[in-house]
């Protein structure tokens, strides 16, 4: 606020007070209209620094949104969190298979016992029980993934609502980073290259790789 | 009081493989009638459907659960007396004792061994 109060203001303030209670009531609003129009000037300064803040808060959150643009949440939702559940479901599904053909195994080396001298079967059952308690993993491993499914869904969730709300500036920033779009889509970089296991619906199968390598003959 | 060896036991388990090991187990154990349900609502069906002995049940399934099952059971007129053994991965004290304020006859931990099986067996239906 600025401090000083017009000489004109207090003048008229002081002949009010030395003629109180005979002022008027036109008067007293005079002096009120005058004070209020006197403090019209520290009002406007307050409101530029008001202003200042709050363009300074704004400058802020564009900064924020670009730099979350940047983080191109939009790829985690459409790469990352569905390509992390499908490896997981996918360790559920082959560990599964995995346990069921060591059950299957187990369960024909058991029917055998019976073709065995007595001493020799009680030691394979040993065995074959030893193996099915250890099969114990497949139910706990299952368990466990569901969970972190479960979370990685809960994620995604709230990445999409991120989305949602900067996909103007998520747009914005894919247009100004083609570079770094046109790099990811390049299949024979070494970084594309490594990709690890695929998942049974994308792997190459031995005779189209076979064919593959024939056709270079 | 001896053990009805071949009674009819039902397994109760999301995981295929989970029935597959109990089932081996306690034909091991000399149990061979044992019949398998995925989840809480076709377990409670076929215990409708058939008379068991015994039942052993996971309790993370869907769309019921065990302890929806064993509440299931606890408050059907002819199956209440019905042995129930749970046997899950939730080990948390609540679980536990929720199970048994449901009335749980005993509960197993995941994973679990053979003669933890047995030992809990006898327990709820006798020496066998």
Redesign the interface.
């Known amino acids: 606020m600025s401090g000083a109060v017009p000489a004109e203001l207090v003048a008229k303030l002081s002949a009010l007070k030395t003629r109180m209670p005979s002022y008027t009531k036109d008067e007293i609003q005079e002096v009120v209209t005058e004070m209020l129009s006197s403090m019209e000037g520290d009002l406007s300064e307050m409101n530029l620094k008001l202003y200042a803040e709050v363009e300074s808060l704004a400058r802020y959150i564009v900064t924020a949104k670009t730099e979350i643009a940047a983080l191109r949440p939009d790829e985690i939702m459409s790469d990352h969190i569905p390509s992390a559940t499908d490896e997981l479901d996918a360790i559920v599904g082959s560990t599964e298979e995995a346990t069921n053909g060591i059950l299957q195994a187990m369960e024909s080396l058991e029917g055998l016992t019976a073709e065995m001298d007595p001493a020799m079967a009680e030691k394979v059952t040993e065995a074959v029980t030893l193996v099915y308690e250890s099969c114990n993993f497949q139910d706990i491993t299952g368990q466990r993934i569901t969970k972190v499914v479960k979370a990685l869904k809960h994620i995604e969730s709230k990445v999409d609502a991120l989305v949602a709300a900067f996909g103007d500036e998520i747009a914005k920033y894919k247009a100004s980073h083609p570079q770094a779009e046109k790099a990811a889509e390049d299949p024979m970089s070494d970084k594309a290259l490594l990709n690890g296991p695929q998942l049974a619906a994308n792997a190459g199968k031995q005779d189209d790789i076979d064919a593959l390598l024939a056709s270079f003959d | 009081m001896s053990v009805d060896m071949q009674m009819n036991i039902l397994i109760v388990?999301d995981?295929?493989?989970?029935l597959?090991?109990i089932r081996?187990?306690l034909k091991?154990l000399g149990f061979n009638n044992v019949d398998e349900a995925t989840d809480g609502s076709m377990a409670l069906q076929k215990l409708r459907d058939k008379e068991y002995g015994l039942v052993i049940s996971d309790w993370?399934m869907e769309p019921m659960t065990g302890i929806q099952l064993l509440r299931e059971v606890r408050a059907d007129a002819k199956l209440k007396a019905l042995p129930f053994i749970m046997i899950t991965?939730e080990s948390k004290t609540e679980n536990v004792i929720a199970a048994k304020e449901a009335g749980v006859n005993n509960y197993i931990v995941?994973?679990?061994?053979?003669a933890t099986l047995k030992t809990k067996l006898a327990s709820v239906i006798g020496q066998f």
């Open positions: 388990d995981y295929k493989t989970m597959r090991i081996n187990l091991q993370n991965a995941k994973p679990f061994n053979a």
